[in-house]
T-cell receptor, first 111, second 113 residues
Framework: GEDVEQSLFLSVREGDSSVINCTYT??????LYWYKQEPGAGLQLLTY?????DMKQDQRLTVLLNKKDKHLSLRIADTQTGDSAIYFC???????????FGAGTRLAVHP | GAGVSQSPSNKVTEKGKDVELRCDPI?????LYWYRQSLGQGLEFLIY????????KSGLPSDRFSAERTGGSVSTLTIQRTQQEDSAVYLC???????????FGQGTRLTVV
């Protein structure tokens, strides 16, 4: 079945770049997503990338997609303490927003 | 309100009791989804509604779980004879036609004691 894998924890210094990695299995996924969850809050869509793209940039966020290796990454430039959260990678299935999520990467930003 | 609204925000119930969780999607959103977030299983898809029909119920974990949607709007997720393993945060999301983003509510935290 479909599976999305992420590393569970990342610690970075404030001002550095953060790179969160994800691998997925469903090559038919049309869209791949990054969601952010802050403590006690719901899921917020950060960005998504269409499967025929290699890269998408949105302000401090850069998404890279390697379809051959089924690898997705999220780079956050100039990481701030407000970026501390859990980041979920997700792939879509079935032509609608049925999302298969990874376990989430907890990003900790320290001074 | 402007976002997806879920109620209650917290629910504590005794094992064996039935519970109903409510989701009010954003007005005009035809698609509605239920997900479950638990420590052991992460974020899992439960069910997808398009209008009032549910073409994908594949994530419902057992026949104790059911959901309905009426008027193409409000949805209710019902869990019968709750078990401790049902303890989780139940998240609802909705999306308008032809849009890739699903908007999530804040969730209902269910604790079965």
């Amino acid at each position: 079945g479909e599976d999305v894998e992420q590393s569970l924890f990342l610690s970075v210094r404030e001002g550095d770049s953060s790179v969160i990695n994800c691998t997925y299995t469903d090559s038919s996924s049309t869209y791949l997503y990054w969601y952010k969850q802050e403590p006690g809050a719901g899921l917020q869509l950060l960005t998504y990338i269409f499967s025929n793209m290699d890269m998408k940039q949105d302000q401090r966020l850069t998404v890279l997609l390697n379809k051959k290796d089924k690898h997705l990454s999220l780079r956050i430039a100039d990481t701030q303490t407000g970026d501390s959260a859990i980041y979920f990678c997700a792939e879509s299935e079935g032509g609608y927003n049925k999302l298969i999520f990874g376990a989430g990467t907890r990003l900790a930003v320290h001074p | 309100g402007a976002g997806v609204s879920q109620s209650p925000s917290n629910k504590v119930t005794e094992k064996g009791k039935d519970v109903e969780l409510r989701c009010d999607p954003i007005s005009g959103h035809t698609a509605l989804y239920w997900y479950r977030q638990s420590l052991g299983q992460g974020l899992e898809f439960l069910i997808y509604f398009q209008g009032n029909s549910a073409p994908d119920k594949s994530g419902l974990p057992s026949d104790r779980f059911s959901a309905e949607r009426t008027g193409g709007s409000v949805s209710t997720l019902t869990i019968q004879r709750t078990q401790q393993e049902d303890s989780a945060v139940y998240l609802c999301a909705s999306s308008p036609p032809g849009v890739t983003e699903a908007f999530f509510g804040q969730g209902t935290r269910l604790t079965v004691v």
